[in-house]
């Protein structure tokens, strides 16, 4: 299951991973963000212990949404050694996002 990630855990869980990250901001009233939320979780059990799968909620983390700008959702950041290497805004096909991943571990 992809993890919670909130203002407090961001540090810990995306910005000190050994591991890609993959970040998807969402919110409850997005639409797309509920298109995009099933394949996120799946991506969370297929890249189970090879990267880090976590979704923000913009309402209940204003911090780091404004921290990397976030204007539009959802948005999928890729990150690797504590930065952004790669994003996707808008809902896309698992494809997308899962050679998105992929590539960064490489």
Not at 7 to 21: I, M, Q, T
Not at 100 to 106: G, I, P, R
């Given at each position: ?39 996120v ?51 896309v ?14």
């Amino acid at each position: 299951m992809a993890l919670e990630i909130t203002d407090a855990n961001f540090e810990e869980l995306v910005l000190k991973s050994d591991k890609p990250v993959l970040v998807d901001f969402w919110a409850e009233w997005c639409g797309p963000c509920r298109m995009v939320g099933p394949v996120v979780e799946e991506l969370a059990k297929e890249y189970d212990g090879k990267a880090v799968v976590g979704k923000v909620n913009v309402d209940h983390n204003p911090e780091i949404s404004m921290k990397f700008g976030i204007r539009n959702i959802p948005a999928l950041l890729f990150f690797k050694n504590g930065e952004i290497v790669d994003k996707q805004i808008g809902a896309v096909p698992k494809s997308v996002l899962a050679e998105k991943l992929s590539k960064q571990m490489a």
